[in-house]
C-alpha cells in the first residue's frame, strides 16, 4: 500500500459517520456564532451617538447647578450667558479672529514639530551610533517643562509668531519622535533580514519592510503630539499674544469674564476633537494603504 493510500485510508477511518452540521437524521441545525453578529455598539452611526451621550448630561447638570445657585454666576454662569458672550464675539468680528489665528499656529507648529519628529526618529532608530549620541540630549530636552522655554524663545526670537509656532513645535516634536524611534527599534529583525535577503538595502528597505511595520506607532505619535500642539498652544499665546483663544482665557480672567473664558475652553476642547478626528481618518486610510 503506498503512502497516498494509507493518508486517505486514515482520512476514511476517522471521519465521523454524520455531517457536522446536521443531528444525525439529516436535519441541519443552526450552527451561527452569536459573536459572529454585529454587536449593537458597532452598528453605523451608533457610536457617534453614544458618544454624545455625556456631553449632554453634563450640560444638563450645568444648567440644573447654575439654576440652583449653587454657585455664584462669576464662577459659574449658565449655558446661556456662555451662549450669550460667543454670540457677542461673533458680532463684533472677534471670536473668528480668535479661532483662525489659533488654528494657523496649531497647524504651523504641529507640521514643524511632526516632520522634524519622524526625520530624527528615522535618522536615530535606524542608526546605532545617530541613537549613541543624540539619545540622551534629547531624553534630557523632553524633560524640560513648556514654559521654561518661554524666556529663552522671547530673548532669540523677540515676540511675534515665530516664538509662538517655534513653541508648538517643539511640543509636538517629542511624541513623534520617540514613538518612532520606539517602532523602528521593536521591528521584528526577521522581517529586516528577510528584506536584505531580497536585496532591499538603505532607504529601499525602509520604504518596503520597516515603515509599513511602524505606520501605527507613527500615528499614534502624530495623535499625541497634535494633543500637545493644542496644550502648547495656550502657552505659546501667553507671550504677550493679542489675538487667539489662550489670549481670550487669559484675557477674560483679568477682566472677570468667566462666561468667555469658559466659551475658550469648549471651543478648545471642539477643536481639538475636530482635528484629532480628521487625523485619526487619515491613519485608518494610511494602515489600510501600508500594512
Do not use: C
Not at 213 to 227: E, K, N, Q, T, Y
Request: cysteine-free.
Amino acid at each position: 500500500m503506498t503512502t497516498l493510500e494509507q493518508t486517505e485510508r486514515l482520512l476514511e477511518t476517522t471521519s465521523p459517520a454524520t455531517p457536522p452540521d446536521t443531528d444525525g437524521t439529516g436535519t441541519a441545525l443552526n450552527t451561527t456564532n452569536p459573536a459572529d453578529t454585529t454587536r449593537f455598539i458597532d452598528r453605523k452611526g451608533v457610536k457617534p451617538a453614544v458618544g454624545f451621550l455625556v456631553p449632554v448630561v453634563l450640560l444638563v447638570a450645568w444648567w440644573v447647578v447654575a439654576a440652583a445657585e449653587v454657585f455664584t454666576a462669576v464662577q459659574l454662569p449658565p449655558p446661556v450667558a456662555v451662549f450669550e458672550a460667543a454670540v457677542g464675539l461673533i458680532q463684533r468680528g472677534d471670536l473668528w479672529s480668535h479661532i483662525g489665528i489659533s488654528v494657523q499656529r496649531v497647524l504651523l507648529g504641529f507640521g514643524i514639530g511632526a516632520v522634524l519628529g519622524m526625520i530624527f526618529g528615522a535618522i536615530l532608530g535606524l542608526s546605532r551610533w545617530a541613537d549613541a549620541l543624540l539619545t540622551p540630549l534629547l531624553g534630557a530636552l523632553r524633560a524640560v517643562p513648556s514654559l521654561a522655554w518661554v524666556p529663552l524663545l522671547i530673548l532669540w526670537m523677540q515676540i511675534g509668531e515665530d516664538s509662538k509656532v517655534t513653541l508648538i513645535a517643539i511640543g509636538a516634536f517629542f511624541p513623534v519622535f520617540t514613538t518612532l524611534y520606539a517602532g523602528l527599534q521593536h521591528v521584528d529583525p526577521h522581517l529586516v533580514e528577510a528584506g536584505r535577503a531580497f536585496g532591499y538595502k538603505g532607504f529601499r528597505l525602509f520604504k518596503t519592510v520597516q515603515l509599513p511595520a511602524v505606520v501605527p506607532s507613527i500615528f499614534s505619535g502624530l495623535r499625541l503630539a497634535l494633543a500637545q500642539a493644542w496644550l502648547f498652544l495656550v502657552a505659546a499665546e501667553l507671550i504677550a499674544s493679542s489675538m487667539g483663544l489662550g489670549f481670550l482665557l487669559t484675557d477674560s480672567q483679568n477682566n472677570g469674564r468667566t462666561d468667555r473664558l469658559i466659551l475658550a475652553i469648549i471651543l478648545l476642547a471642539v477643536l481639538g476633537k475636530i482635528t484629532d478626528t480628521l487625523l485619526g481618518l487619515a491613519e485608518k486610510r494610511a494602515i489600510a494603504r501600508w500594512t
